[in-house]
């Protein structure tokens, strides 16, 4: 039976990475949010779903700690091939399931398009609980995920669009700091409608 990490590991295997349906080279829109974090370049990010992505480059050369997770296990060795293990700790696992108790807590969370994926409603509270457990008190999460207006499918999977309001129904130890929507433009010439959140948790 084939599984979700044999679909991606499927896709990172036979699609050249300048040809994946969310490459992009301009980093410029998750940098802006970051840059609303203070001391951000200092701090300890979690980033599920990974990938392949050059963002990792950025922030590698700056004093960020990365921990990056991918599901499949073919993204990250041709991560790890292409930037080494500098400041970054390598984890392939389902985001949807329990992270390792012992993983280092962060003072980050950056999703960039992973949480849409999550269409089962028992994934998608594993996924929060997992923000809860991972981010320090005052860290922060961001969340790019496709709009309400954005595309219903994507790598052949069905997704789950989100506005700013359902992420915070799902972050109630969270306070919304800003959100914005954005359009990407797909390697194929396609618009695909974002929203971009940052949100802080409470030091309680």
Not at 57 to 71: C, E, V, Y
Not at 77 to 97: F, H, M, P, T, V
Request: glycine share 6%.
């Amino acid at each position: 039976m084939r599984t979700l990490s044999d679909h991606w590991d499927k896709i990172f295997t036979r699609t050249a990475e300048n040809k994946l349906g969310w490459y992009e080279n301009d980093f410029s829109q998750t940098l802006k949010f970051l840059a609303l974090i203070p001391a951000w370049k200092n701090a300890t990010v979690f980033i599920p779903g990974v990938g392949t992505s050059g963002l990792i480059d950025i922030l590698a050369k700056s004093d960020t700690r990365l921990i990056l997770n991918d599901l499949s296990r073919e993204a990250i060795e041709k991560a790890k091939k292409k930037y080494g293990d500098n400041n970054i700790q390598w984890l392939c696992q389902d985001i949807s399931r329990a992270l390792p108790a012992q993983l280092e807590k962060a003072d980050i969370w950056l999703d960039r398009a992973v949480l849409h994926f999550l269409v089962d409603d028992g994934h998608v509270e594993q996924y929060f609980k997992n923000v809860d457990t991972l981010v320090k008190p005052g860290g922060h999460a961001i969340f790019a995920e496709f709009s309400k207006k954005g595309a219903t499918k994507c790598a052949g999977l069905d997704v789950r669009r989100y506005g700013a309001n359902d992420l915070k129904q799902h972050l109630p130890a969270f306070e919304l700091l800003a959100e914005e929507e954005y359009t990407y433009t797909n390697p194929g010439g396609d618009p695909r409608p974002y929203i971009y959140t940052l949100f802080k948790r409470k030091i309680t």
